[in-house]
């Protein structure tokens, strides 16, 4: 990619590598490449005028046209099809020359003629941005999920998990990981020891909270929160993140996280 398309890729996010044709690329830099003539300045509608007398001459029409004329029609342009650029306006001419569009020119180069050219190229640009639309979003999901499967990614994603868990414990004395995720990363990864006497407490307090959230909580709750409705099961649960919430206890969570390595999420599941 040329340094003035990678220019152009920052200002614009439709401009990509899922540009496939030369025709996408050239509708794209031409619309968002130039000033529209809704901010036309005195000098852009000069060139817009210029540009209708070449357009007017490109068609085969000698009359003679008053500069009047010219400026009228160049007001009613930029009244009506305000969204263009000049690039537009000449892509259009040309487009409309070579036969690109179903309109014909029959003598008068009037505001019904320029208006049905440039109505057929706003067609076309819709279409041509649709497709390049979808294919820049197929793009970024694509590449989305190709980030989201990276250790790099996956490594971040667990030390925030790990964050917002030690913050949530903090403030509410408990964390919430229903699916015992940091437990079981910590302990398959040796990163985490647990003395038996951590277990004896844990397995206490599991069996306690698995009692009590029985007895307060409607099922619907229960399945919110990833209640199993097996005691044993809730008991190993809560067991378990009581286990992390000890060893919270016993370390800074900066030390914590500086254990957490992309390495980890790079062996074969």
């Known amino acids: 990619m040329t340094k003035s398309n990678q220019k152009l890729q920052k200002q614009h996010n439709l401009i990509g590598d899922w540009i496939k044709t030369k025709e996408q690329y050239n509708v794209v830099v031409s619309h968002v490449g130039?000033?529209?003539?809704?901010?036309?300045?005195?000098?852009?509608m000069n060139e817009l005028v210029t540009f209708?007398?070449?357009?007017?001459?490109?068609?085969?029409?000698?009359?003679?046209?008053?500069?009047?004329?010219?400026?009228?029609?160049a007001i009613f342009i930029k009244d009506n099809f305000s969204e263009f650029t000049l690039e537009e306006l000449k892509s259009a001419m040309t487009m409309s020359i070579n036969g690109k569009f179903e309109n014909k020119y029959f003598g008068s180069f009037s505001p019904i003629y320029v208006s049905s050219v440039l109505n057929m190229y706003r067609e076309f640009r819709a279409s041509v941005m649709r497709k390049i639309e979808e294919d820049a979003e197929a793009h970024r999901r694509a590449e989305q999920k190709r980030l989201m499967a990276t250790p790099e990614y996956r490594c971040e994603q667990m030390k925030s998990f790990i964050n917002e868990q030690f913050e949530t414990y903090q403030k509410e004395k408990e964390i919430f990981d229903p699916f015992n995720l940091i437990y079981n990363f910590l302990r398959k990864h040796n990163i985490m020891q647990v003395?038996?006497?951590?277990?004896d407490e844990a397995m206490e307090y599991g069996k306690r909270k698995a009692i009590s959230d029985k007895n307060s909580k409607?099922?619907?709750?229960?399945?919110?929160?990833?209640?199993?409705?097996?005691?044993?099961?809730?008991?190993?649960?809560?067991?378990?993140n009581f286990v992390i919430q000890k060893?919270?206890?016993?370390?800074?969570?900066?030390?914590?996280?500086?254990?957490?390595?992309?390495?980890?999420?790079k062996e074969t599941e």
């Open 247 to 265: 060893y919270f206890d016993s370390k800074p969570i900066k030390d914590i996280l500086k254990l957490i390595k992309v390495e980890h999420f």
């Open 34 to 44: 130039s000033a529209q003539l809704k901010n036309a300045s005195n000098k852009m």
């Open 195 to 199: 003395p038996k006497q951590i277990v």
């Open 218 to 240: 409607s099922d619907s709750l229960k399945s919110l929160i990833g209640n199993s409705g097996d005691s044993e099961e809730d008991t190993k649960k809560y067991a378990r």
């Open 52 to 73: 209708l007398g070449l357009w007017k001459f490109s068609v085969g029409n000698n009359q003679e046209t008053s500069a009047e004329e010219y400026r009228y029609l």
